[in-house]
């Protein structure tokens, strides 16, 4: 779980400070640059980036005990945002027809980082030694 957690938190983190420095700019690589923001879309791209940038933070505090109850609520809690993540960001190019240079690899990305989490909560179930999963 260790691996993980530092994964999110370096993704999670980077994400959270181009969302803060270049809202326009990470929107357009995702979305695609025919995407016009007003300057309320603009506050709540920064806001996001503010909260990302705390999450990176959390699992960064995390990853130093991965076996505490908090790594494990850690990763529970980025299960259910990383399928989300996957999931809104098809939005894009499924509703709309758009889609920037990224939006794929940021699909795939946060997928991969779901079944990564399900995997590590499931090994944190099983009792030490045993390789049978729990019923």
């Keep these: 779980m260790k691996r993980l957690l530092v994964a ?4 999670e983190a980077g994400a959270g400070v181009a969302l803060l420095i270049w809202p326009s700019a990470t929107v357009w690589a995702l979305a695609g640059p025919t995407v016009v923001l007003s300057s309320v879309a603009l506050t709540l791209l920064r ?4 909260v990302l940038l705390a999450v990176g933070a959390g699992a960064a505090l995390a990853s130093r005990r991965p076996e505490s109850g908090a790594a494990r609520a850690m990763t529970g809690g980025m299960t259910i945002y990383n399928f989300g993540a996957a999931g809104g960001l098809c939005v894009p190019k499924l509703a709309l027809s758009q889609g920037g240079a990224l939006l794929w690899p940021a699909v795939v990305l946060h997928a991969a ?3 990564w989490c399900v995997v590590c909560l499931r090994r944190a179930r099983r009792p030490e030694g045993s390789t049978a999963p729990k019923p």
């Design 113 to 115: 980082m779901g079944v």
């Design 47 to 50: 806001l996001g980036g503010a």
């Design 8 to 11: 999110t938190a370096v993704i």
